[in-house]
Each structure stands twice: as structure tokens, then as C-alpha cells.
């Protein structure tokens, strides 16, 4: 069975501090997808990475960075310098390869004071 | 950009009342979702949708939902008889192909939010 753990409910930082958003996945699948999402206040769920199983290359675009490890099982997610527009929650999720059913984590409420 | 689309944004019913919720997945898009979201909480799976069935559905998805695709546009979940519990954001999602061959993220739409009085 597929789960994704985001073991920390809310984090508040000071603008232009950097913050890792963790996420660890279970799966007995060889082939899987892992993706991250942003939701802010508004409501919308906002795609920002989809990462494949056999691609541990870690990616980074912009102020974003994601490590992906799967030693650990994990896809932590860095944003550098944050700001206050990043202030929303932020789910991983998981998905098999052989369907596209997404599991999401429980979600990180990422608060970025001024 | 093609987007997935749903009406109503907001919909506010009476328990026990019927509500559908409509879906516009983008059009070249084969496999098409219903998620849930109760306030706070995490996102949640209902049920995927290929080829006109229905090809899995969550502990969730009870007798009381059904989803169907009436016009080869529209993707549609209807709720029976509805419960203050089915008070959450549904978010529908499409996508273009399955298994090792997608290369697609997942489309979603803005969200339903139901409220059920």
C-alpha cells in the first residue's frame, strides 16, 4: 500500500530564511511517481514537480529545490529565501505506477512572516 | 493553456438533498478523478474513471456517490442523499494517459466547495 507522511503539520520562518519541506513515501512498487503541490489560501492546488522513480536527479527551479533520495524514501522540498507570497500548504503525494491514483500526504502549513 | 474546469465554486445544499458537481477535464485527456478535501485536512482519493467505468474507487467513494460521463465532455459526481460529513472541497483531476508511459502531472480543477446544512 501506497503512504506519504509529512511529519511537520506547520512551519513558520522570517522572510529571505530557507525552509525544507519534508516527505517520506511507502511503496512496493519499482516504477512510482512523486509530486509536490502548493495550495494557497485561494483554495486551488498548484502543480510544482512531478519526479519519476528511476530519474534521482535533484532539480531545482528558481528559488525551489527538490532532493530526492531513495535510500531514504524521502522528496524534501527547499525554498530558498523565502517570501510571503509562499505562505500556503504544501502537500507530496505519491502515485503507482500502474495507476495514476494520487495518495497526498497530510500537508505542511508553510507560514513566511515579514 | 487547457485547464480542467468545475461548476459550480461554491455549492451549499440541505442534508439528504442530491447535488451533482460538474467537471470539464481537458479534451484529449482518457483518465478522469474526483478528490476530496474536508477543511484542514488532506487531500483524498475518491475514484479514477477510464473508458466510460469506473476503474478504482477509495473506501470513501460509498453507495451514495456515483460519477458518470454524460456527454463525452462533462465528468460528473453525484452525491445521493447527502451527510454534513460530505461538507469538503471536491477537486476533479484528468489525465492524459496511465502507467509508464505518462509523462503528465495530473490536471486539476479549481474545486467545489460543497456545504451541506
Known amino acids: 500500500a501506497q503512504k506519504v507522511t509529512q511529519a511537520q503539520t506547520e512551519i513558520s520562518v522570517v522572510e529571505k530564511e530557507d525552509v525544507t519541506l519534508d516527505c517520506v513515501y511507502e511503496?512496493?512498487?519499482?516504477?512510482?511517481?512523486l509530486f509536490w503541490y502548493k495550495q494557497p489560501p485561494s483554495g486551488e492546488l498548484v502543480f510544482l514537480i512531478r519526479?519519476?522513480?528511476?530519474?534521482?536527479q535533484n532539480e531545482i527551479s528558481g528559488r525551489y529545490s527538490w532532493n530526492f533520495q531513495k535510500s531514504t524514501s524521502s522528496f524534501n522540498f527547499t525554498i530558498t529565501a523565502s517570501q510571503v507570497v509562499d505562505s500556503a500548504v504544501y502537500f507530496c503525494a505519491l502515485s503507482e505506477a500502474w495507476d495514476n491514483d494520487m495518495r497526498f500526504g497530510a500537508g505542511t502549513r508553510l507560514t513566511v512572516k515579514p | 493553456e487547457p485547464e480542467v474546469t468545475q461548476t459550480p465554486s461554491h455549492q451549499v445544499t440541505q442534508m439528504g438533498q442530491e447535488v451533482i458537481l460538474r467537471c470539464v477535464p481537458i479534451?484529449?485527456?482518457?483518465?478522469f478523478y474526483w478528490y476530496r478535501q474536508i477543511l484542514g485536512q488532506k487531500v483524498e482519493f475518491l475514484v479514477s474513471f477510464y473508458n466510460n467505468e469506473i476503474s478504482e474507487k477509495s473506501e470513501i467513494f460509498d453507495d451514495q456517490f456515483s460519477v458518470e460521463r454524460p456527454d463525452g465532455s462533462n465528468f460528473t459526481l453525484k452525491i445521493r442523499s447527502t451527510k454534513l460529513e460530505d461538507s469538503a472541497m471536491y477537486f476533479c483531476?484528468?489525465?492524459?494517459?496511465?502507467?509508464?508511459?505518462?509523462?503528465?502531472?495530473?490536471?486539476f480543477g479549481p474545486g467545489t466547495r460543497l456545504t451541506v446544512l
Open positions: 519526479r519519476n522513480s528511476f530519474d534521482e
Open positions: 483531476a484528468s489525465f492524459t494517459s496511465k502507467g509508464l508511459v505518462s509523462y503528465n502531472e495530473q490536471f
Open positions: 479534451s484529449n485527456h482518457l483518465y
Open positions: 511503496t512496493r512498487d519499482t516504477t512510482y511517481y
